[in-house]
């Protein structure tokens, strides 16, 4: 992948954040690859060396690597650092994980912890499930998976210590917004059957597409979850002219019903907006989006219009 200077930074500057250190030691598949999107990983292997990133959305990676850094020289003897893991998996596959922090308890178990960079936002909108995205719930169970296997390790608690890069002070005491811009949340640890049964079928999806690249035929499609979709919806406005939504809907008849019910209070003045569908991460996110034709086909179907 070629990163490009499109903020005109010093030399050295731009190689220090252009630089890319990740290394799987070999692994044909990690947990951070299955749970993410197979069709996704087989076309950035594809188009690898056509894809450019801009070197400003490398900066938050830099601020990830240094919190990790801070971290592996703080944490004491008592617990193991950045220790990468492989293992064997029945299928031919090897897989490997790099575990950012185990600490071992003392009744023989150990606390798996995970270090993310993140935005107050996503730990906001994840306030349901304690704050924890779902692909930390599905990595974090992952690495618990590998553990198991690779070492023979339980493992008894899963956590993440993330830092919350935008956080303000002023902010701070308001509903829902977090106390401090580093938060330890507790993740949710699945049984041994769930886990699995998760690891074992996705690691089969990815196969799958795999082969599916290898002979040529098409990859599995990206689910409404993997491309962060946003439905349509259907907005019930008192006037034209009002910008704030009386009530958001999914469906026109549903608007529609609610509009024309007496007890709503609208008049004759209403007006229904349609608020187009948005697949954000095809739009804003995914780098292999150029090359995807499930992308270039929903753009098609939609005249362009997202």
């Known amino acids: 992948m070629a990163v490009k200077n499109d903020l005109g930074l010093l030399e050295p500057i731009y190689k220090a954040l252009a630089n890319d250190s990740y290394d799987s030691g070999g692994a044909d598949i990690t947990p951070t690859t299955w749970i993410n999107s197979p069709r996704?990983?087989?076309?950035?292997?594809?188009?690898?060396?056509?894809?450019?990133?801009?070197?400003?959305?490398?900066?938050?990676?830099?601020?990830?690597?240094?919190?990790?850094?801070?971290?592996?020289?703080?944490?004491?003897?008592?617990?193991?650092?950045?220790?990468?893991?492989?293992?064997?998996?029945?299928?031919?596959?090897?897989?490997?994980?790099?575990?950012?922090?185990?600490i071992i308890k003392d009744d023989g178990s150990t606390i798996l912890v995970d270090y993310k960079v993140t935005g107050v936002y996503g730990v906001i909108l994840n306030k349901k499930n304690g704050g924890v995205k779902p692909d930390w719930e599905r990595q974090l169970n992952s690495y618990r998976y590998l553990l198991q296997q690779a070492k023979g390790i339980e493992v008894s608690e899963l956590y993440i210590l993330t830092m919350l890069r935008d956080w303000k002070q002023s902010d701070a005491g308001k509903p829902d917004y977090p106390d401090a811009p580093v938060m330890q949340i507790p993740v949710p640890l699945w049984s041994w059957e769930k886990t699995e049964a998760y690891v074992e079928e996705r690691i089969a999806l990815h196969q799958q597409a795999a082969y599916s690249a290898l002979i040529g035929e098409e990859l599995p499609l990206c689910t409404a979850e993997e491309m962060w979709e946003r439905p349509e919806t259907f907005a019930v406005m008192r006037s034209a002219s009002h910008k704030r939504a009386s009530r958001v809907l999914d469906t026109m008849e549903g608007a529609m019903n609610w509009a024309e019910d007496p007890m709503n209070g609208m008049d004759n003045k209403h007006v229904i907006e349609h608020r187009q569908g948005k697949r954000v991460r095809c739009q804003d996110w995914c780098e292999v989006a150029p090359f995807c034709s499930q992308y270039k086909k929903y753009l098609k179907e939609n005249n362009g219009d997202i």
Do not use: C, Y
């Open 40 to 102: 996704i990983a087989q076309l950035m292997k594809a188009h690898r060396h056509e894809i450019e990133e801009n070197v400003s959305n490398k900066v938050f990676s830099a601020l990830g690597t240094g919190f990790h850094n801070v971290m592996e020289k703080a944490v004491g003897d008592d617990a193991i650092t950045e220790e990468r893991i492989f293992w064997d998996h029945p299928g031919g596959l090897r897989v490997s994980g790099a575990i950012d922090l185990q």
